[in-house]
């Protein structure tokens, strides 16, 4: 039995995983559990899966779950720190980190820091702080093992190869909802319609992400820094269908293909149980019933975002924190109907056009350009819209 | 630098090896060649290659290449014992076995019991002896690695997996040149239609076996003794585009599939250099051009042998030996034009439902079974067409 503590517990990534742990039964034991605000859901966790250690966003959300649970045998932090603490709390084998944005990041690092195994789904993390998170596992042995379908698919399909033999990785994207709408349309597009994605169900951030393509564009940074691919090396191909997550083109001619249904569930199991695989009662793949399987390349007039990720993977240091930064300000701009959904690019690209490079080397230096980069964008939001 | 003996060297395999050979420069050095009747391809082959024996079908052609080398030290041999002996010849490391049919089964079993690296695309050998096959190679500790692009894919997702995990295997089949044509007018299709494949520039037999699906039968059988699965395990679907080779679905839900542009080329290399790859100078697979790869179920009105190979992967023993017989004499018959495209199938059941199973454990038992068939074969062609 593996000691377990999941990150974000209250989101798409984390009831997936304690659905996985409830129906994997012996396997996994939840030690720690980390919410943002729903207070109410975690306090079902709580009651279900009795872990040791639970936080909360804010001291007054602790509180109120200290007040209900003061029964029960369970520390409850909040905060920052109060993630961190569950990160890296003394009996975790595991960390599932799937909290969100730049937020995700110390967690994460706590998690690494501590030589553990982290099931990585906050992609943030890597995007803003690849380096940091490298040197540092490098240091502590923690092993990284991702979350997010296309990674989980390369990193299978990478396995036993060599590095020397991978020539180019694809990773896959479904489009999102707006792939054959016209582009005059789109400007107009509602929160509604950019939260109707069409093959996968997830948390609004990383679904509106996949209605820019700025997803894929964070996911090429984060397979960037897992794998250690040079930006030459790193594709993407509009798939509709979802089925094929990634492929792996070798130097002698041969491409491996990681393929599934499009369950989060499949990729989670993975991280949780590698090297082993667990059976799963998930749908099996019937190729004969899609029929047929699409790929497309991607139009970046479309998806401008794609453009900017592809200059980020080139100029690294402080310019993925930056993209990422003004990207998180902009999605929560347009999910709180601020801005449309045409002017996350818009906001985006003109704060990221004006960024100055600096070395981003440190984690306070990482903090710095965030903050300032969301003040910018935050401004133009203001002055704008 | 390795010894290489190419078994079939005038053929489809063959020749691309040559050309592989060649483009490889210092890599592979060939020592013997083993042809059929193609005296003149086999002389350019010696004064291109400068093996050290050679290997004719008959004493006369033999004599003849022999007339023509005579300035140059090269053992030119013949017949069965021939092959067999280009096959273990000394200074041999690995050997592609590439005769059709099961000619190729004596010499594919010289290499093995001599302990080398086997590239096998003589499918008709494992078909009808991969027991006696298997046991060889576990006791010489030959290692045979496919050469069919099917297996060859199945082996590359194989890799990294533990047999445990393995729940099921699919092997694509194109569908061949038939697979949309009503099923009235097959029944007429001429020679030169039946080889006008749409996707594989491949030898006769293989071709005219891709047109009934009998070489999707045959590779059943073949996946069965290559990689120790059951018949409950193996499947086949049809997809045109030949582009996934073959699809491995892990117990987790995870599919893994290996793809590349249809040239033999990528997996004869792939089995010459194993365990390493070697850059191609092959096109890449550009799959935003390919645009749709399409799957369907296998039709078995319209692909009938493909129950009859169904059930040799079942009943086992001689089964396979019999169906792979009355197969060969079918469409060497339909080659030469004496019985139509759909007799084949007519030959191939009626025979096969008369056989009665027997052991086969032995090759002289083979060797019988396969003689009694082709006979009873042969007699019902006569009689009927």
Redo the contacts between chains.
């Keep these: 039995m593996k000691n377990i503590a999941i990150l974000g517990s209250t989101g798409s990534i984390g009831t997936n995983t304690l659905e996985l742990v409830e129906a994997l039964g012996d396997t996994f034991n939840v030690v720690g559990l980390a919410a943002g605000e729903n207070t109410s859901l975690l306090l079902r966790q709580v009651e279900k899966f009795r872990p040791e250690i639970v936080s909360l966003k804010t001291k007054e959300a602790a509180a109120k779950l200290k007040e209900r649970l003061k029964n029960r045998k369970v520390r409850v932090v909040y905060g920052s720190e109060g993630a961190e603490e569950v990160a890296c709390f003394e009996r975790n084998d595991i960390v599932v980190s799937a909290i969100t944005g730049i937020e995700g990041l110390r967690p994460t690092l706590a998690a690494v820091r501590a030589g553990l195994r982290v099931a990585l789904a906050s992609k943030e993390s890597l995007v803003v702080a690849g380096a940091i998170l490298q040197a540092e596992a490098e240091a502590s042995g923690a092993e990284v093992i991702p979350v997010d379908s296309e990674h989980s ?1 390369i990193f ?2 990478l ?4 590095r020397e ?1 991978v020539k180019k990785v ?1 990773l896959t994207a479904s489009g999102g909802p707006f792939f054959q709408t016209p582009l005059s349309e789109i400007k107009g597009k509602s929160v509604e319609e950019a939260l109707d994605h069409p093959r996968w169900k997830m948390g609004k951030k990383v679904t509106v992400d996949s209605a820019t393509l700025m997803n894929k564009g964070l996911e090429l940074v984060e397979a960037r820094w897992l794998f250690g691919l040079r930006p030459s090396e790193l594709a993407i ?1 509009i798939h509709p269908q979802s089925i ?1 997550h990634s ?1 792996v ?13 499009t ?1 989060m ?2 990729p989670i ?2 991280a949780l ?1 590698y090297p082993k ?4 009662r ?1 749908p ?2 019937d ?2 019933r ?8 991607v139009d970046e007039k479309r998806f401008p975002l794609i453009r900017l990720a592809r200059l980020a993977l080139e100029k690294e240091k402080s310019f993925p924190v930056a993209l990422n930064a003004a990207n998180e300000v902009a999605v929560e701009a347009f999910l709180n109907r601020r801005i449309g959904f045409s002017a996350i690019v818009e906001v985006v690209s003109e704060v990221v056009g004006l960024h100055r490079l600096s070395e981003a080397a440190s984690l306070e230096e990482v903090f710095a350009i965030d903050r300032e980069t969301r003040e910018q964008a935050a401004t133009l939001i203001k002055r704008r819209f």
Tied chains: 1, 2.
């Design positions: 698919g299978q399909c396995a036993k190869e060599k033999n694809t191909l094929v492929l083109e070798l130097r002698d001619g041969s491409t491996l293909a990681q393929l599934s249904p369950d569930k499949i199991q993975y149980t695989r667990v059976s799963s998930l099996e793949l190729l004969a899609v029929r047929s399987l699409e790929f497309y390349p």
